[in-house]
């Protein structure tokens, strides 16, 4: 039997977790590098899973397949297809900077109780959601998925509740109101939406006798097993509606500008970056692959929703007063497009959400986590506090330029590309909702130079006249970050191969090809 | 004299036969070991009580209700080895008792729960010590009126209940015979036999004696009333199928059986009488199951009795009831699933929407976890309704994980004090996780099972009963269960943000360190939990091969 190299990129941070949990609370440092050392690792291990994927392969490799709950018919089975290879490698190399980038944010203010030991915890967390949120993108079992899209909501909601931003307005037992206001309103929004994908998970195991992805599909595709069409969508609506609570499309989505603007800035990212890319991977996954014919006729009303979220969650940007839950709507504008993506169900469509889905990782850390700097240094989130930065922190108002450039998709930058094929995946079936999709674009530009403009440039204020410029630390987040961005922007290839041949098989499963290109005759 | 002599109100006299041709009834007693053990070590506490010397009897007691219930354990186990379980399963004692698979696995979990249970009952580290040396959290002196001269004395001496194990024992035995019980008066006197003793120990908490008796009033009051429904209802079976045997019972609702007992032949077959008194019998068990609307003593019991009593009483006693539902249901009025079906899913539905919603405005930990178990029950009544095999293993399943979460949530309760005692208001376990987070996240492990998050024992045990209801048809209500799951998610939750997010209270409670007891407890507790949340399989297999009932 082969090393179990998957299980291995889930329980190395499991273990890293536990052994950063297990420091001793004076250590504080000893336990941020644990952290960090751990979440290294990890990235090597994605590293060598990208390396042994053959793009051109068979549909899931590096499968590992273990007897787990019988009763239920339930098997530890992993696998991995470009799309899931790709968000691996997406998170786990996200974790490191998130880690680094949240070096100092959870040190306690004032000595607790000997055992409390906040700073352990916070990394601990960290990393057991990287171990939960990767081994869910490998997950070919629907009820091994079903438990880790679950049970990650449990650290999350004790990194959202427990570590808040220091920078808020008011006192400090009303910051802890609205922190423990945002975890719990991410908690149930999250977990209704479980649970009633779990009346799904049930429903379909009753229907299909199976929990096994590939099973299920073999079946359904060799036509061995039938679904009554309202029992399809009825399945489908209860896997899409916790995947849309995830993602967040809009209306569902009023969790996440809460949960991001009482976050930390790394949490933040963690939430965005990493964790609701969960909800999108299993629309492309679970959704399509189960249920190829409800997808199609929800198609429709989703790509709808979908149209709302971006230009909706554009609007509210434009609006916002709070640099981060300006963000969080940024997110939820972009996310729009990538459920636009994916069901739009064309291939371009499909490759340009997968792409989305990294980009929009790397671009939203770039942005958020230099917003976390900023508003670390003047203790306030609001816009209005800021102006001028560019001048005493000219680094950090550059990175913040690029990373906001990346949001609005500049040419040249890696969310371009994505962006692009998205809106041509769509036109090519949908022109109408190309053309809405488009003004998100417009309005990007708006929130996202508007939002430079007001704090970077102008006169500088008075506060911030000593605005220390990014430390060497920060400077070591967010290059590499700025740098891979600029790489995929010009050359997205490395992602869209492995991409693709994932894609093709996602299309011939809810049996669309791509409309041809038609052309005029010429008379 | 002719056949149409045979009258309403008189019957000819039978032949008198000698005395000495009565048969001596036969007993199974390798079959009835668990049983006998437990009763037997009951009574040689009552003797332990009467004639050993007070400052020896708290050693003595624990000594033997531990070792009693260890060997009763073992006595279960041997038979289910030896194949009683399965292939041997067999009616024991003159068709009183049925030794199956069902009443092995729900004997085993009862008999593991009450040990871990006495553990509690015996700790004695959480009062401060009196002169008398440690006390437990029981009376001191039952008998004497709360605030009296004589009772101040008897604390001043530091007196000790240790009654309360031989009664713990005789509550177990009850508990034993009641899921087992294959004819209804077998059933209604092991009702009794461990009513009486919950009655009796929900009395005696140390602290706070006058909440606690007025708990065991209204316990008793409830109980008295349900029992009687119960029995008035197997009355009327018996009118109606002519014998209580459970078997007996069961053909004459098919109608298998023709011949009438020619005392009854006017109540015989009448379905009347079957409908009314099976509903009466199905009244009284989900009375102790504490499903709605026959729900309403569970919060103030909980809340007033001794918090060692609450847990076991919580865990045991659902075991027991849900054990002899089970039964009840599918081994006599299967005949009559038809009937019986509709009324448990209205039953099953309100107590899980009925206890999720109501928990939410509870500002007692105690009475918080009151509801929480209505809302248990309802969802465990989705299992009972399928009316599959796996309906039974499930149960089965959901019971073992549930009782030892209830358990430990209990005994982590006994540990949050401040000067009055036990601190079970909500506000003031703010902060707990900042000054003692093991406790806390101890406290918030049993919560998310209880929410049935994944990864513990609550969410293997929920997907169990809504995954066999849903085979069995009954897909509403796994909506309506998921349904309950989020709202019931919500309080615990709060729970936790409390526990957690909360600032301490200056003057808030301290936890106490307990014995290793109340120790083992905890740490059973949560190994299980965490367990069959992870592992379940040998557990499922298990119930899965324990699910079949004996006719």
């Known amino acids: 039997m082969s090393f179990p190299i998957l299980t291995a990129t889930a329980v190395l941070p499991a273990v890293g977790a536990i052994a950063t949990a297990a420091v001793p609370a004076a250590r504080r440092t000893a336990a941020k590098w644990t952290a960090l050392l751990f979440s290294l690792g990890t990235l090597v291990l994605a590293g060598v ?103 990650m909501l449990i650290p999350m909601y004790f990194l959202i509740g427990g570590f808040g931003d220091r920078a808020h307005a008011g006192t400090e037992e009303h910051a802890a109101a609205q922190r423990s206001y945002a975890a719990v ?124 979220s971006i230009v909706y969650g554009a609007l509210l940007a434009v609006g916002q007063r709070d640099i981060k839950r300006l963000v969080a709507y940024a997110s939820v504008s972009h996310f729009g497009f990538i459920v636009l993506g994916i069901f739009v169900m ?7 959400a997968t792409l989305y889905m990294v980009n929009h990782g790397l671009s939203t850390a770039a942005l958020m986590l230099v917003a976390g700097f900023l508003i670390s240094r003047r203790g ?10 560019q001048k005493v922190a000219p680094v950090l108002a550059g990175t913040f330029l690029i990373g906001g450039l990346a949001t609005l998709s500049l040419p040249g930058l890696a969310p371009f590309v994505s962006e692009f094929l998205v809106l041509v995946g769509t036109f090519s079936v949908y022109p109408v909702a190309g ?42 987040v967010v290059a590499p970050l700025i740098a891979l961005l600029l790489f995929l922007g010009v050359f997205p290839k490395p992602v869209t191969e492995i991409v693709n041949p994932a894609v093709e098989h996602t299309m011939s499963d809810v049996q669309k090809q791509d409309p041809r290109p038609e052309v005029e005759a010429a008379k | 004299m002719s056949a149409t002599a045979v009258h309403s109100l008189w019957t000819t006299a039978a032949e008198v036969e000698p005395i000495g041709s009565i048969p001596a009834p036969h007993i199974e007693y390798a079959q009835l070991a668990p049983v006998l053990i437990v009763v037997g070590a009951a009574l040689v506490g009552i003797l332990v009580e009467a004639f050993v010397p007070r400052r020896a009897r708290y050693h003595t007691q624990l000594f033997l209700t531990v070792v009693a219930l260890a060997a009763a354990f073992a006595a279960v186990v041997g038979l289910a080895a030896g194949g009683y379980a399965t292939t041997k399963a067999q009616i024991a004692a003159m068709g009183a008792i049925a030794v199956d698979g069902p009443a092995l696995f729900l004997q085993g979990t009862i008999l593991l729960a009450s040990v871990v249970a006495v553990f509690t009952f015996a700790e004695r580290r959480l009062d401060p010590a009196g002169d008398g040396g440690r006390v437990d959290s029981f009376a001191a002196m039952a008998a004497a009126v709360p605030g009296s001269d004589q009772e101040k004395a008897a604390v001043k001496a530091g007196f000790t209940t240790t009654e309360v194990f031989p009664i713990s024992l005789f509550a177990v035995a009850g508990m034993l015979v009641f899921p087992a019980a294959n004819d209804l008066l077998t059933l209604f006197i092991a009702l009794e036999v461990f009513s009486l003793p919950l009655y009796l120990l929900c009395a005696l908490a140390r602290r ?34 002519g014998s209580v045997s459970y078997a007996r019972i069961a053909e004459v609702v098919d109608g298998s059986v023709r011949t009438i007992d020619p005392a009854l032949a006017d109540t015989m077959g009448n379905d009347a009488l079957l409908l009314v008194g099976g509903a009466l019998l199905l009244m009284g068990l989900l ?14 019991v909980y809340q007033g009795a001794p918090t060692p009593v609450t847990g076991f009483m919580a865990a045991a006693t659902k075991i027991a009831a849900f054990g002899a539902l089970l039964r009840l249901l599918y081994v006599v009025l299967p005949g009559l699933a038809w009937d019986w079906r509709p009324v448990m899913w209205g039953v099953a539905v309100v107590t899980m929407l009925g206890g999720a919603i109501v928990a939410i405005t509870q500002t007692d930990v105690k009475r918080l976890l009151a509801y929480s178990s209505i809302a248990h029950a309802g969802f465990i009544l989705a299992g009972v309704i399928a009316m599959r095999p796996e309906g039974i293993s499930s149960v089965l399943f959901y019971l073992l994980a549930y009782s030892f979460v209830t358990i430990g949530a209990f ?67 796994v909506v309506v269960g998921v349904i309950s799951s989020a709202i019931a998610a919500f309080f615990y939750i709060r729970v936790i943000v409390l526990m957690f997010f909360s600032e301490p209270k200056p003057e808030g409670p301290t936890v106490a360190v307990p014995s290793p007891l109340t120790m083992t407890t905890i740490g059973v507790g949560v190994a299980v939990t965490l367990v069959l949340g992870v592992a379940p399989q040998y557990f499922l297999d298990l119930a899965g091969q324990a699910g079949v009932f004996v006719r």
């Open chain 1, 380 to 389: 306030s989130r609001l816009i209005a506090d800021y102006g001028g930065v």
């Open chain 1, 185 to 308: 309103k991410f908690l149930l929004y999250n977990l209704v939406g479980g649970l009633i994908m779990l009346a799904a998970v049930i429903g379909l195991y009753v229907v299909a006798g199976s929990f096994s992805l590939s099973e299920i599909a073999a079946a359904r595709a060799s036509g061995e097993l039938e679904m009554a069409t309202t029992t399809e969508r009825l399945l489908f609506l209860g896997f899409f509606f916790a995947f849309a609570v995830k993602a967040p499309l809009w209306p569902l989505h009023t969790w996440l500008p809460n949960a991001m603007g009482e976050a930390t800035a790394p949490v933040a990212v963690l939430i965005t970056a990493v964790v609701d890319k969960v909800g999108t991977f299993a629309m492309l996954r679970f959704c399509l692959q189960l249920f190829p014919e409800a997808s199609q006729w929800a198609t429709p009303v989703i790509v709808v929703l979908a149209l709302v």
């Open chain 2, 287 to 300: 009375f102790k199951v504490g499903a709605v609307p026959f729900h309403m003593w569970t919060p103030d």
């Open chain 1, 435 to 476: 053309i809405v999709a488009t003004t998100g674009i417009v309005l990007a530009a708006l929130y996202t130079l508007v939002l430079y403009q007001r704090t970077m440039t102008g006169p500088v204020k008075e506060e911030l006249r000593a605005m220390p410029d990014l430390k060497a630390r920060e400077l070591a």
């Open chain 1, 346 to 352: 064309t291939s371009q469509g499909q490759s340009g």
């Open chain 1, 49 to 151: 899973v990208l390396a042994r994927f053959e793009p051109g392969g068979d549909r899931y490799q590096l499968t590992e397949s273990h007897a787990w709950i019988a009763d239920f018919g339930v098997r530890y089975e992993l696998g991995v297809d470009g799309i899931g290879v790709v968000m691996v490698a997406l998170t786990a190399l996200l974790i490191p900077f998130v880690i680094a980038a949240g070096w100092n944010d959870a040190d306690p203010l004032e000595a607790g109780s000997r055992r409390w030991r906040p700073t352990q915890g916070f990394f601990a967390l960290i990393l057991m959601v990287e171990a939960m949120v990767i081994l869910s993108f490998e997950a070919t079992d629907v009820f091994l998925f079903y438990i880790l899209f679950e049970a």
């Open chain 2, 208 to 241: 706070k004696r006058l909440l606690s008796q007025e708990a065991a009033v209204k316990y008793f009051l409830l109980g008295a009333f349900s029992s009687a429904f119960m029995l008035f209802g197997i009355a009327l079976l018996y009118g109606y199928a």
């Open chain 2, 411 to 477: 005994a982590v309760v006994t540990l949050v004090r401040d000067a009055g005692g036990e601190a079970t208001h909500l506000s003031k376990w703010a902060g707990l996780g900042r000054r003692s987070p093991l406790v806390a996240a101890v406290f918030a492990v049993f919560l998310l099972a209880f929410a049935g998050i994944p990864l513990t024992s609550g969410f293997t045990g929920k997907f169990a009963v809504f995954k066999a209801a849903a085979e069995g048809g009954a897909g509403a209500l």
